[in-house]
């Protein structure tokens, strides 16, 4: 009885909503979920736990840029740390060695992320389904290994260190990782725009007609090596964009941004956003930035300080199982069933009523 | 050296191809991307190291010498349980999803990392020694072996034959071939795929356990519970190396990646560290000249 009232108001609130603001569910969902986001350092988090946020905003960057390149354009790739962890070293390598600021080496480690993404990215034209996927996995792992082999530039295990962006002189201390977070929401707020864009673009289209049916839109005259190509560039700009400011947020490039060995923690950076996408739904911009949201929630928040008492191993085991769980449950994704389910509730208007209400609208205006 | 090359590559070359068979037979018949094969190669080895232990009180003191042998046995049945038991609760619901196998895969890999993390407690869980199948050393065309190696070897190409035997005479066998060449054709004439893909997990699975018991038992530190990405790593190279869904492609990919491995570590000086990324560069290489592996099919007999 109460359930059903409820969901009556919930129903009607949302109609009278949906009939003013044209396309909402996208476009509200994702400006509300920003305005959250934003209000995070005021919602009782102590500062020094905002790191988590702001790794967060990074990976979320990540994801989108994975999820143009696999819920659009089709090309499963399992490596994404490879961008990453370039975009790190890259700007790393360069302020270790050549010293300069880092307005200088974010750009280019942009360009070198675009330039794998390019390398790795002809070869892997070759590739399907499966096969690519597997392969994309490999690259991040065969990297690592000249990682530790040319000890001497790279420094093995330990990694380079670099300048933080917001030190005292700029930013005091405690002030610090806010200013990191806002940093880093902002960079996703911009990528993910862009993003946004790219994707509903004309490009946008072909790359997902790429991944309905790659035969039928090579017999339409497009040009599928180009375009597959483009989304690799696009997909490598962006992580390595994270993976560049990962490094001076955080202050150090490592190998770990490639792969973790023998962690206890599974946080490998080709998996996070992958995990990430999937919870919150392929195929859509919004979702990957709510499942990262959702994984680094769970991970941090709930298994920390609201079901306390229990060991790593068994809270990570508890996360995984319930990851494992929320796929099997929904296999599209978790924002992308709440957005439709919204969409249901809207009613079926008639053509009278709405031709209706827009001679209403002239004759005011 | 080069003889030394080539009987090092075919031992360890037989015992990848073992690890990776189970792997290939999973996307042969079913058509998925299963990633759980890593923790069951894990799974496997740390069972088969338990039963060792526990396996000499239970039995009469006559029998001792069959302790190696009831251990694989068991330890390759649980396994078998477990994984079919798995696919059914999870993967099967997923089919036809590829990415959602692939991550709800993946987790589960961390999900029995953990289990054993919690079960072996921190000092087993990152190096579990595991006596070898038979001590000592034999010569073999002048070049030292560790016995126990060879003997994992002749285990492997002794199941790669059952298998094939198991494949093209039995009864289900055949049907799991059918499935692999045409899935609706095979309902139609009556196969079950619910109960075939499960028994395809589950053989998969125990595959997998045997082929880390076999590696855990021929390498010095034996397993850990984090191994189950060296095993999903040695596996997919294998099988993209030979192709997916064949299994004479994975005798050969196991072959080629031990001789890749052996010449590599014998002739670049401090390799070692290179040696985990070897698969990866293997397969990068190789996938540039054939990008659908050797034998690029679904599941082919002989």
């Known amino acids: ?365 | 050296m080069l003889e030394a090359i080539i009987i090092s590559g075919i031992i360890t070359g037989l015992i990848y191809a073992l690890i990776a068979l189970g792997f290939t037979l999973v996307y042969g018949i079913s058509g998925i991307v299963n990633l759980t094969h890593g923790a069951f190669f894990v799974v496997g080895a740390y069972l088969y190291g338990i039963l060792l232990n526990h396996i000499p009180k239970l039995i009469p003191q006559d029998l001792a010498y069959l302790t190696p042998t009831f251990a694989i046995v068991f330890s390759i049945l649980l396994t078998g349980i477990i994984g079919s038991a798995f696919y059914r609760i999870t993967l099967h619901q997923l089919l036809g999803e590829e990415v959602s196998i692939l991550i709800a895969s993946i987790c589960a890999c961390i999900v029995f990392h953990q289990i054993i993390f919690i079960a072996m407690g921190s000092l087993y869980a990152f190096s579990f020694t595991i006596s070898p199948l038979v001590r000592g050393t034999i010569m073999i065309i002048n070049t030292d072996v560790l016995t126990g190696k060879a003997v994992a070897a002749l285990i492997s190409l002794t199941s790669f034959i059952i298998l094939g035997l198991y494949i093209s005479r039995t009864k289900t066998g055949r049907a799991m071939k059918a499935l692999s060449q045409d899935l609706e054709a095979a309902m139609l004439m009556g196969v079950s795929t619910e109960k075939l893909f499960m028994f395809t997990a589950g053989l998969s699975a125990g595959i997998g356990s045997l082929g880390g018991i076999l590696y855990a038992s021929t390498v010095t530190y034996g397993t850990a519970s984090h191994m189950w990405m060296l095993g999903l790593a040695l596996s997919f190279t294998v099988v993209v190396l030979g192709g997916l869904g064949s299994i004479k492609g994975s005798i050969f990919g196991g072959l080629i990646l031990g001789f890749t491995q052996e010449a590599v570590m014998r002739i670049i000086p401090g390799a070692g560290v290179l040696q985990d990324s070897i698969p990866f560069i293997v397969v990068i290489l190789a996938l540039l000249i054939r990008p659908k592996g050797l034998f690029g099919k679904r599941i082919e007999m002989e």
């Open chain 1, 1 to 365: 009885m109460l359930t059903d009232t409820i969901i009556r108001y919930v129903k009607k609130v949302y109609t009278n909503f949906a009939t003013h603001v044209y396309d909402v569910p996208p476009r509200m969902l994702a400006l509300l979920i920003l305005i959250i986001i934003a209000n995070l350092p005021f919602m009782g988090i102590p500062t020094h736990r905002l790191g988590i946020f702001t790794t967060a905003n990074l990976i979320a960057i990540l994801a989108v840029s994975w999820d143009l390149l696999v819920g659009r354009t089709g090309q499963i790739s399992l490596g994404h740390a490879l961008f990453y962890g370039v975009g790190a070293y890259a700007t790393a390598l360069l302020y270790k060695y050549l010293h300069w600021p880092w307005w200088t080496t974010i750009p280019l480690s942009i360009i070198a992320g675009v330039g794998v993404a390019l390398i790795i990215g002809i070869p892997c034209l070759r590739f399907k389904g499966p096969y690519l996927a597997l392969v994309t996995m490999a690259f991040p792992l065969a990297v690592v290994g000249f990682f530790y082999y040319y000890r001497d530039i790279f420094r093995g295990e330990t990694g380079l260190s670099v300048k933080p962006i917001f030190a005292p002189p700029i930013v005091s201390y405690s002030q610090k990782p806010i200013a990191n977070y806002y940093l880093s929401l902002a960079l996703l707020t911009i990528s993910s725009i862009i993003i946004y864009k790219v994707a509903t673009s004309k490009t946008g289209i072909v790359f997902v007609s790429i991944l309905d049916d790659e035969l039928g839109s090579k017999a339409c005259g497009i040009n599928t090596t180009k375009y597959k190509l483009l989304s690799f560039a696009i997909s490598g700009l962006f992580g390595s964009l994270a993976g560049a400011f990962a490094a001076h947020l955080t202050g150090s490039a490592n190998p770990r941004y490639f792969i973790e060995k023998t962690a206890l923690i599974p946080t490998e950076y080709s998996l996070i956003p992958i995990i990430a996408t999937i919870l919150g739904g392929i195929g859509t911009i919004y979702g990957p930035i709510v499942g990262t949201y959702l994984y680094y929630t769970l991970n941090n928040y709930v298994f920390e300080y609201v079901i306390t008492g229990i060991d790593k191993p068994t809270r990570i085991l508890f996360f995984m199982a319930i990851i494992i769980f929320l796929i099997v449950k929904w296999p599209r994704g978790i924002a992308r069933t709440i957005v439709e389910k919204l969409e249901d509730l809207q009613e079926p208007r008639e053509v009278e009523e709405i031709l209706k209400e827009k001679a209403k609208s002239e004759e005011t205006s």
